[in-house]
């Protein structure tokens, strides 16, 4: 670099001086005559020759200094390049040359700071993600383990960093979840069996900036097998009380037909045979909620015409609706669109919204069922005019024992049971549920469910 230097500044001397020498010979040449010409011809020429020493000098003088100079500006530059941000030219000369070194030892300093701040916010992060009892692994663009924090390690005993992913984690439905994350961009939910033997994960995967992903595994083992306890217990009680509560029925009713008129007794025989009923449809309604969460439930999904479920509703609620002085109406049928659906399943999750309805409309006023397509599925609603719901409620409508007016549930005879089962019917079958409500303005309760594309199947093939 210095050598480049010397060269162009001591050209640039040269032309100068060449340019200089032939104008004041050109003058000579022109106004004088020999010998005068001659004498200052030879003292020009000494002239340029001593002009020519002077700007070599000056010119290896200014080539050593602002090389030395660029030479250190470069050094720094290479040595911000690796890393080595405490790098600083501490030049204080006040021309262009100091002023760059002084933005430059700026900007170092700056980088440094947010370097160093970088790195305390990833240490914090790092701490963060080592404290958790999740297990977290970040998943590169090409499926190599890019970070695992320590719960993973201890999950499956080694965790190598740029290591296929596949070498960490050996499930399947681990390694699809990471997998859909990266290249849809989505966020994937499934569930992992193997990840270790004999425990259950969750496993989330999000998909990151440059292509990759990060995953969560949270250990769903003893959640679910409290749930599968819950589950038991609720189903062996509700089994093992059907058959007392049953006699209990029949006798109070036996004895009802025998009890006079005019006795006390009756009225004792009717409280208890009102409650024996009551605990009995209770019981019913837990085997069903029961079987239904577990998965032991069956449903046989065959495609079946949205009018029909909303016609069998109707049917089935007509006289009922009538004697209270109420409306049902079919409002839409979403033009005989075929749904995948277990026909007896379906005619439940109707039966308990339209049930729900008529308990709480007030009388004079109608009920309006509907379908309606929604993209890859059809949505189904029942709505009422009634006194509807305060948005506090609404969350935890689907919720089991959960009712919004208490007293008034159980006089009507409910068990708080129904939005639940409801509820799990849809799901079980690829579908959603909802509700949506305002104070004084009734509600509408809206399921969907996936759409057929075979014939449908005859109602009494269904049956059978």
């Not at 030879?42 to 020519?52: C, E, K, P, R, T």
């Not at 916010?121 to 663009?141: F, G, H, Y």
């Not at 961009?185 to 004999?198: L, Y």
């Not at 208890?272 to 009923?277: C, D, E, F, L, P």
């Amino acid at each position: 670099m210095r050598r480049r230097i010397f060269f162009r500044l001591m050209a640039a001397f040269v032309v100068v001086i060449a340019v200089i020498a032939f104008s004041i010979e050109l003058a000579i040449t022109r106004e004088l005559r020999p010998p005068s010409a001659g004498r200052l011809e030879n003292a020009l020429i000494l002239a340029v020759i001593f002009a020519l020493l002077i700007a070599f000098y000056f010119s290896w003088s200014a080539a050593r200094s602002i090389g030395s100079r660029l030479n250190t500006v470069e050094n720094f530059a290479s040595r911000v390049g690796r890393g080595d941000l405490t790098a600083r030219l501490n030049d204080s000369s006040l021309d262009e040359i100091g002023k760059i070194a002084t933005a430059l030892d700026d900007m170092a300093t700056a980088l440094e700071a947010r370097f160093q701040e970088l790195r305390t916010s990833s240490r914090q992060l790092e701490t963060l993600l080592n404290s958790m009892q999740d297990a977290v692994i970040a998943v590169s663009r090409e499926g190599r383990v890019e970070w695992a924090n320590r719960r993973l390690e201890r999950l499956v005993g080694h965790a190598r960093v740029d290591a296929p992913v596949v070498e960490t984690v050996r499930d399947p439905d681990f390694l699809a979840a990471v997998r859909e994350a990266s290249q849809t961009k989505d966020v994937s939910s499934t569930r992992a069996t193997s990840v270790v033997p004999g425990r259950i994960f969750g496993v989330t995967a999000a998909p990151m900036p440059d292509g990759g992903a990060v995953a969560v595994l949270r250990d769903l083992t003893e959640t679910e097998r409290a749930e599968k306890t819950r589950r038991d217990f609720i189903a062996n009680v509700s089994h093992e009380l059907r058959t007392p509560l049953t006699s209990i029925q029949g006798y109070a009713e036996t004895l009802l037909e025998a009890a006079p008129e005019s006795n006390n007794y009756r009225e004792f025989l009717e409280i208890i045979r009102k409650n024996a009923s009551r605990m009995a449809r209770l019981t019913e309604d837990l085997l069903t909620l029961a079987r239904v969460e577990s998965g032991e439930q069956n449903f046989e999904l065959a495609p079946t015409r949205s009018e029909q479920l909303l016609d069998e509703a109707v049917q089935s609620f007509r006289e009922i609706a009538k004697s209270r002085g109420i409306e049902l109406q079919v409002e839409n049928s979403a033009g005989g669109e075929l749904v995948d659906a277990d026909n007896e399943a379906i005619h439940q999750v109707m039966s308990n919204l339209v049930d729900n309805a008529i308990k709480y409309a007030p009388t004079g006023t109608r009920i309006v069922l509907g379908a309606r397509p929604a993209g890859d599925r059809v949505e189904f609603f029942v709505r009422d005019f009634g006194p509807g719901i305060s948005s506090e409620h609404l969350p935890r409508l689907f919720e089991r024992f959960y009712r919004v007016d208490k007293a008034r549930s159980r006089e009507s005879g409910g068990t708080g049971l129904g939005l639940a089962i409801a509820k799990h019917i849809v799901l079980a079958h690829g579908g959603t549920i909802r509700a949506e409500s305002e104070l004084n303005h009734g509600s509408t309760f809206l399921f969907s469910l996936p759409r057929a594309a075979e014939s449908p199947v005859p109602h009494e093939q269904q049956r059978a």
